[in-house]
């Protein structure tokens, strides 16, 4: 079974572009959560989203905005980039959506220039 | 909102010996707590969780013990290994019908051969 896809792996941008990661979550599951990985830091929960609808939405401007697919794949999209928005973008999915049993994928690298 | 507090932030060990790593939370209404392990690079991985429900749970060298009255809860991991060294997070859940996990700051084991 594959799991939990995100792409690219990495990506270099520079102040004030826009960004479009993507994740295929693991078949079956249907729900997906985006989360922000500092260096040296835990994950910092952005969104949730469970049968295309969102579900909860952490502590992050408007800048952060995301969707789910019919087919349960998600989108995180940033705008206006800011040098701190550079980070490990994690993408999390599962089958219940109550956060228990919860697999990553390899995350998307975003640096910010 | 939740907040999840670690100890130490690096942990050195002999092979063989035992590792144990520390969390407390704050949300009394916790009710599900995950340990990750990400080796450098690479993708969280859940490697054991508990619900409030139980006090110990087991899988094979590790185990997670909780006490919900003092509000934390602890990975302990017997007969250490060299492929056992990797950044180690904790994570509380809180039943709010999202998939919040809010996880702690990381434990970095290495594990002297």
């Known amino acids: 079974d594959a799991g939990v896809t995100q792409s690219p792996t990495h990506l270099i941008k520079t102040r004030g572009q826009h960004v479009t990661l993507r994740c295929s979550p693991i078949s079956g599951h249907k729900s997906v959560s985006w989360y922000q990985q500092v260096l040296g830091q835990g994950p910092q929960f952005i969104f949730q989203y469970y049968e295309k609808e969102e579900r909860g939405r952490g502590n992050f401007p408007d800048r952060f905005s995301a969707r789910q697919f019919p087919n349960y794949s998600s989108e995180l999209n940033v705008n206006a980039l800011l040098l701190g928005d550079s980070a490990l973008y994690l993408c999390?999915?599962?089958?219940?959506?109550?956060?228990?049993?919860?697999?990553f994928g390899s995350g998307t690298q975003l640096s910010v220039l | 909102g939740e907040n999840v507090e670690q100890h130490p932030s690096t942990l050195s060990v002999q092979e063989g010996d035992s590792a144990v790593i520390k969390c407390t939370y704050s949300?009394?209404?916790?009710?599900?707590f995950p340990w990750y392990k990400q080796e450098l690079g690479k993708r969280p991985q859940l490697i054991i969780d508990i619900r409030s429900n139980v006090g110990e749970k087991k899988d094979q060298r590790i185990a997670v013990t909780l006490n919900k009255t003092a509000k934390h809860f602890s990975l302990h991991i017997t007969e250490t290994q060299p492929e056992d060294s990797a950044v180690y997070f904790c994570?509380?859940?809180?039943?709010?019908?999202?998939?919040?996990?809010?996880f702690g700051t990381g434990t970095r084991l290495t594990i002297i051969p």
């Open positions: 949300d009394s209404a916790s009710n599900y």
């Open positions: 999390a999915s599962s089958l219940t959506g109550s956060g228990e049993k919860l697999f």
């Open positions: 994570a509380a859940v809180s039943p709010w019908g999202n998939e919040k996990l809010t």
